[in-house]
């Protein structure tokens, strides 16, 4: 399998993917908003775009289906609830396997939170991948104003993504590391990871930087560390009424909703 990540540069920071068969060439695109960078790039390769997935419906993920569809003719696949996506030829559920060319299998995970209507893409290869839309950005997670529930962004974290091994590549839908390993420390002062991590990420380059791992998530994004007795002192300085042994998930309901005025 081989992964085209594509840097759009845009001020919503949004990266789209190309996952590529080598055997064949064939190519689905994650997310082309930038439809142009899109189609460059696997024209430059020789690849051919035989399929579109969203990952969720919001237009910075949608905004350039029509343009890619138009110059391949790819199928468009998105969540079976997906209802705002106009133009869906494949509703995906739980478990559904996507197949590109030859070599590559997808698996659909139902993710919501960020969105009810939420798909994240598991590769079924030696080192797995993680095409991971809004839902779990580097060292952060999606909010959920736009269409979601905390409580089940919660779910999707505990149930599916921790369960996944550690050696799992992510590759979010945004470039927001900077601005959540801020957040990771003014949780968790004396996190190490992500002090040692905060000045390389600062004016890099998000079309070369950093691929992180979903082991390397759980020691810096705070959404992981619902046990750490640090994150658990600082957040009930804010909210005492937590007690000393708060539940996992009313320690992440209250990350989330303190990260939405961060
Ligand atoms: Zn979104
Ligand atoms: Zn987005």
New binding site residues.
Partial sequence: MIVERIWTGNSYRNYNYLIVCPETGEALAVDPLDHERCLGRARERGYQITQVVNT?E?G??TGGNAAVIAATGAKLLAHAGAKRIPGVDRGLCAKDVIRVGKSVELEALDTPG??MAHVCLLSHTDTPALFSG?TLFNAGA?NCH?GGHPAELYETFAQQLSALPDHTQIFPGHDYIENNLRFTLDREPDNQKASELLPQVKEHDPATSLISTLGLEKQMNTFFRLQSPAVIARLRERYPELGERPDAKAVFLKLRELRNTW
């Fill in positions: 969720h919001h910075d993920h960020h969105t809004d999606g736009n």
